[in-house]
């Protein structure tokens, strides 16, 4: 059974930072559309940034693009998102995913899961508040 753990949330003032951590364990981490979504309450979740595991290509969402950074750990099947000049927009839960397929490119799938949470392993999130 794939499990998907997030950690790292928090509280922080407006321009500070934090780092999100994904942990996958019971499935094949390599070669997949591993990513960070976020959603705030009465909201429509969003995709916030992708990484193919493995070969490492990214894609960002505009919203935070120059901000956010997500990297992968393989040696620990974890994927990271750091998380700078934080603003008070970016308070959300903040959920990690792994797809279930074989998507490609992740720019697509993140998008798609987005909107249609079926066929990805999710987390249960993890809160970012920022105050501004």
């Known amino acids: 059974q794939v499990q998907v753990v997030e950690s790292g949330g928090g509280s922080v003032q407006a321009g500070g930072s934090l780092r999100l951590s994904c942990a996958v364990s019971?499935?094949?981490?390599?070669?997949?559309?591993m990513g960070w979504f976020r959603q705030s309450p009465g909201e429509a979740r969003e995709g916030v940034a992708s990484?193919?595991?493995?070969?490492?290509?990214?894609y960002y969402a505009d919203s935070v693009k120059g901000r956010f950074t997500i990297s992968q750990d393989n040696a620990k099947n974890t994927v990271y998102l750091q998380m700078t000049d934080l603003k008070s927009e970016d308070t959300a839960m903040y959920y990690c995913?792994?797809?279930?397929?074989?998507?490609?490119?992740?720019?697509?799938?993140?998008?798609?899961?987005?909107?249609?949470?079926?066929?990805?392993?999710w987390g249960l999130g993890t809160q970012v508040t920022v105050s501004s």
């Open positions: 995913a792994a797809d279930q397929g074989s998507s490609w490119p992740c720019a697509g799938w993140l998008r798609r899961a987005a909107a249609d949470l079926r066929d990805n392993d």
């Open positions: 019971g499935d094949t981490y390599r070669s997949k559309c």
């Open positions: 990484i193919y595991t493995g070969a490492g290509s990214t």
